[in-house]
């Protein structure tokens, strides 16, 4: 039987109970996938899978997509590595949604831990179906129909300044020109509407002038991270978080350097928002 631990008031659950070493069968993964919409992230400690486990695993909720900055583990380029040394620390320091540079941005996203800090390397999660909700009515009613840019290069502006940077990541630039997405998306499943902006690639509002769509983009960064929104997760070797790409932000905490730290991610492909 599965067991469910909430982690906090918004969102998250540790999920113990089952051995995703294994094949599921169709009913596991109507059961994660109904898990996923109720938590929107969810954790699996001690799940110490294979780099093909954790393809299979995310193959059975849908299409796989691929990223254009990150190196990639032999034999699986769906599953990028992000990590972090003494001689090459992470840059991520900013609050996302994975990949909304993309017109069908990821519907979710399943990372795994293979290389944990001794101490610090937490993740933060929060929940943009609460921080919707917890806007004021007349705020929904003025973000209801804006639309908003989203652009790969922004978020990577700094790997692009790096020497040879903008070589080396031209043709990702080229192949990910800017995208438009409603601020308010509505989530395709759960029905439930959602903040969907983020620091790390959204750029503008294109219906409002550029120092008001600063003023209100930089309001809602804020108002996305507030803490009554958030869960925090300490990660353990073999430890699994899948989490809802469509109705989440999530930032690493980056307490740990000079330590080793290096997760596995893949993404399953999404829709297009509306």
């Known amino acids: 039987m599965l067991e469910i631990k909430p982690l906090a008031g918004a969102l ?6 089952i051995d995703l070493s294994r094949d599921l069968s169709g009913s596991d993964v109507d059961t994660l996938r109904q898990l996923l919409n109720e938590h929107e992230v969810i954790f699996f400690r001690d799940q ?6 954790q393809h299979a695993l995310a193959s059975a909720f849908g ?6 900055a990150y190196a990639t583990v032999a034999g699986f380029p769906e599953i990028t590595i992000l990590e972090s040394t003494a001689e090459k620390p992470t840059k991520i320091e900013a609050w996302h ?13 399943f990372l795994k831990s293979v290389i944990v800090p001794a101490r610090g390397g937490d993740t933060l999660w929060s929940s943009m179906t609460a921080a919707y ?3 004021s009515t007349p705020m ?22 790096e020497p040879g940077g903008r070589e080396r990541l031209a043709g990702a630039v080229a192949a990910n020109p800017p995208v438009v997405h409603p ?3 509505t989530h395709p499943e759960t029905g439930r509407k959602v903040l969907f902006v983020n620091s790390l690639f959204t750029t503008r509002i294109l219906e409002l002038p550029v120092a008001e769509s600063r003023a209100v983009l930089d309001f ?4 996305a991270r507030t803490d009554e929104y958030t869960c925090r997760f300490q990660w353990r070797p073999h430890s699994i978080a899948i989490w809802d790409n469509r109705s989440t932000q999530h930032k690493p905490v980056n307490d740990y350097f000079p330590q080793h730290r290096r997760m596995e991610r893949i993404v399953v492909d999404g829709d297009r928002p509306y």
């Open 12 to 17: 998250g659950a540790e999920i113990h109970g």
């Open 48 to 53: 110490d899978i294979s780099p093909a486990r």
């Open 63 to 68: 299409p796989l997509q691929t990223h254009p």
């Open 97 to 109: 949604t994975d990949m909304t540079f993309r017109a069908h941005p990821p519907m979710a996203t």
């Open 133 to 135: 909700e917890g806007l």
């Open 140 to 161: 929904k009613a003025f973000l209801d129909g804006l639309t908003a840019e989203h652009d790969f290069s922004y978020g990577f502006k700094e790997s692009l300044a």
């Open 183 to 185: 601020v308010i998306r």
């Open 220 to 223: 809602l960064f804020r108002h």
